[in-house]
């Protein structure tokens, strides 16, 4: 029973794009901010990008700042990571979730986020 289900990963160039998907199967979290992490082998889980509840707002690690987007359709319970120019260093699993929980937390802290999908794979190639 997962509620969040990610899809559009794959193998690209170095340079080349992909867009994510993440879906919220069971239409819950309409009213949550959401965000995509990814982990690449060897290595711990790092933010990569988040959305305020309304789409408002957004955030990203700086690694990736002008070359991905994220944006959300509530009316589609549909999560988007638009990932442009893609580097080798991109290559990892990238998962999506919602957030809830203590106000502590921030957007970027993974401890933040409450439920997750199991993850798409994007390999960029050199």
């Known amino acids: 029973q997962v509620p969040l289900v990610e899809s559009g990963g794959g193998l690209v160039q170095a340079g080349g794009s992909l867009r994510l998907s993440c879906a919220d199967s069971?239409?819950?979290?309409?009213?949550?901010?959401m965000g995509w992490f990814r982990q690449a082998p060897g290595k711990e889980r790092e933010f990569v990008a988040a959305?305020?509840?309304?789409?408002?707002?957004?955030y990203y690690t700086n690694s990736v700042k002008g070359r991905f987007t994220i944006s959300r359709d509530n009316a589609k319970n549909t999560v988007y990571l638009q990932m442009n120019s893609l580097k080798p260093e991109d290559t990892a699993v990238y998962s999506c979730?919602?957030?809830?929980?203590?106000?502590?937390?921030?957007?970027?802290?993974?401890?933040?986020?409450?439920?997750w999908g199991q993850g798409t794979q994007v390999t960029v190639s050199s």
């Open positions: 069971g239409r819950t979290f309409s009213s949550y901010p």
């Open positions: 959305i305020t509840w309304n789409g408002g707002s957004t």
């Open positions: 979730a919602a957030k809830k929980g203590s106000p502590g937390y921030s957007y970027f802290d993974a401890r933040g986020y409450a439920y």
